[in-house]
């Protein structure tokens, strides 16, 4: 189990900039026997097969779960948990809003806190969307916005947050 001030760990970045293959070497490093927690709905064969790969990385020695919106609520005692991801738990939170920003972004703070009380170390991928180009949309735009005050808010309450540059990590608070 981790040491730190808090059982969360953060890897942030941009698409394909590493962050799933660090987080499962991480766990993979922390604990012989991980848990995989995917927050994903799937809603067409391109996002099935992304799906399918990440499954593909990983053996048996991980344990699989599945949450759309309550990850808090599973039982993971004393695990070691990738979280993946953030941005995909937020969806599920803006649909279920009708695009509400506020009301998201305090199910997601929700989730956070519940989170930081579990015996479990958690190791939360999420992406930053905000250094990508900006939205044509004013729905993407207010997602964007959504995903960086999350992003703030699980890194003010992680114990260390690493920022993934080209497959590689940058420290940023440890």
């Given amino acids: 189990m981790q040491t730190d001030s808090s059982n969360i760990i953060l890897i942030t970045g941009g698409a394909r900039s590493g962050k799933s293959r ?23 064969e391109d996002f099935k097969q992304r799906v399918n790969r990440h499954q593909n990385e990983r053996d048996e020695r991980w344990s ?3 949450e759309q919106r309550n990850v ?23 649909v279920d809003t009708k695009n509400d ?10 989730q ?3 989170l930081l ?19 044509e949309t ?17 890194a003010a309450k992680a114990g260390k947050v690493i920022f993934m540059v080209s497959g590689l990590p940058l420290i940023i608070k440890q």
């Avoid at 660090?22 to 995917?38: D, R, S, T």
């Avoid at 920003?101 to 929700?110: E, M």
């Avoid at 015996?119 to 905000?130: D, H, K, M, R």
Wanted: net charge negative; hydrophobic share 45%.
């Fill in 101 to 110: 920003v506020q009301q998201s972004l305090q199910l997601i703070k929700a």
């Fill in 22 to 44: 660090y987080a499962q070497e991480l766990a993979l490093a922390l604990c012989p026997n991980p848990g995989y927690i995917a927050t994903a709905k799937i809603w067409d």
């Fill in 72 to 94: 808090a609520a599973l039982t993971v005692t004393n695990k070691v948990c990738v979280v993946d991801c953030v941005t995909l738990w937020l969806t599920n939170f803006f």
């Fill in 112 to 114: 956070t806190d519940a």
């Fill in 64 to 66: 699989n779960y599945e």
């Fill in 117 to 135: 009380l579990q015996p479990c170390t958690y190791i939360i991928i999420s992406n930053e969307l905000g250094m990508g180009m900006h939205a």
């Fill in 138 to 154: 004013d729905i993407g735009r207010k997602f964007t916005d959504l995903q960086g005050w999350a992003n703030q808010y699980i």
